[in-house]
Nanobody
């Protein structure tokens, strides 16, 4: 299983960015997929999870209304469209399979498999 995140960069507050995650192997087609982010020195946080079909989606409150997760099952890729970015969104972003349905308010990874991540930096 290989996960490759891309599309990160530097953006001003209020701006937008779309990041991608390409997944190889069977993991993508049989699991809900999610985005996670981590600030150095802090725990990795699940922020969005999309079901296998792409119809059902959950977000954490901090990104609800600003971020949109989607998946293209034809190319084994998930996306995260981030609008109205804030400096507190600065983090390394990762994708992996997520538990479905989610456990309470948390978006938990289904497995401990991670790519190298893509860094998003939002300047004030």
């Amino acid at each position: 299983v290989q996960l490759v995140e891309s599309g990160g960069g530097l953006v001003q507050a209020g701006g937008s960015l779309r990041i991608s995650c390409a997944a190889s192997g069977r993991m993508f087609s049989i699991n809900a997929m999610g985005w996670y982010r981590q600030v150095p020195g802090h725990e990795r946080e699940g922020i969005a999870c999309v079901s296998i079909s792409g119809v059902n989606i959950v977000y954490v409150d901090s990104v609800k209304g600003r971020f949109t997760i989607s998946r293209d099952n034809a190319v084994n890729t998930i996306y995260l469209r981030m609008n109205n970015l804030k400096p507190e969104d600065t983090a390394d972003y990762y994708c992996t399979a997520c538990e479905w349905p989610p456990s309470g308010s948390r978006i938990l990874p289904l497995m401990d498999r991670w790519g190298k991540g893509t860094r998003v930096t939002v300047s004030a």
